[in-house]
T-cell receptor, first 112, second 118 residues
Framework: GQQVMQIPQYQHVQEGEDFTTYCNSSTTLSNIQWYKQRPGGHPVFLIQLVKSGEVKKQKRLTFQFGEAKKNSSLHITATQTTDVGTYFCAGQGGGSNYKLTFGKGTLLTVNP | GAVVSQHPSWVICKSGTSVKIECRSLDFQATTMFWYRQFPKQSLMLMATSNEGSKATYEQGVEKDKFLINHASLTLSTLTVTSAHPEDSSFYIC??????????????FGEGSRLTVL
């Protein structure tokens, strides 16, 4: 079945440093989504990428979808303590199957 | 955005008892809801897709007789963990898409229910 691998599993940075998490799917995706889960909370939708090579920005967050629609990345510029949490990518396969397969997530901690 | 409410947030039960978790879409109709399970510091594993008015679709390896799903209305899905055992202790989260609200593909998650089986 479809697998989505995400690295790194953990990342600790100093406030102000940049952060990147990467996702790679075993199959071509119709779209990929990114979620953030704060400690003790539930996942919250950040963005969806659909087009090959797509790049989207949300303030300090930059999301990319690979040309082959099998990989994606999330880059945070100048991290802040409010960025702490686990970032999950979730890939959706093609066809009418709307099932999302989540990566294992990257736990980001920020040292003030 | 759309709101999904889940209840209870926490539940502790004795081994062998059954526990029901409710998932409600508060401001939209959800013909399909998804139930996930999350172990500490791990990813979300899809357990089943709950379909209003029909049987749920379970993922491979998920026991349908142990995790009973009922989706009796367009705004409510329930997950019942039957004869719970300590290994069932986990964080259960439901989610739904707002198909009618101009579906963006976004999954709206409930707050989650942390089950502890003693």
């Amino acid at each position: 079945g479809q697998q989505v691998m995400q690295i790194p599993q953990y990342q600790h940075v100093q406030e102000g440093e940049d952060f990147t998490t990467y996702c790679n799917s075993s199959t071509t995706l119709s779209n990929i989504q990114w979620y953030k889960q704060r400690p003790g909370g539930h996942p919250v939708f950040l963005i969806q990428l659909v087009k090959s090579g797509e790049v989207k920005k949300q303030k300090r967050l930059t999301f990319q979808f690979g040309e082959a629609k099998k990989n994606s990345s999330l880059h945070i510029t100048a991290t802040q303590t409010t960025d702490v949490g686990t970032y999950f990518c979730a890939g959706q396969g093609g066809g009418s199957n709307y099932k999302l397969t989540f990566g294992k997530g990257t736990l980001l901690t920020v040292n003030p | 955005g759309a709101v999904v409410s889940q209840h209870p947030s926490w539940v502790i039960c004795k081994s062998g008892t059954s526990v029901k978790i409710e998932c409600r879409s508060l401001d939209f109709q959800a013909t399909t809801m998804f139930w996930y399970r999350q172990f500490p510091k791990q990813s979300l594993m899809l357990m089943a897709t709950s379909n209003e008015g029909s049987k749920a679709t379970y993922e491979q390896g998920v026991e349908k007789d142990k995790f009973l799903i009922n989706h009796a209305s367009l705004t409510l899905s329930t997950l019942t963990v039957t004869s719970a055992h300590p290994e069932d202790s986990s964080f259960y989260i439901c989610s739904a898409r707002d198909w009618q609200g101009g579906d963006t593909g976004e999954l709206f998650f409930g707050e989650g229910s942390r089950l502890t089986v003693l």
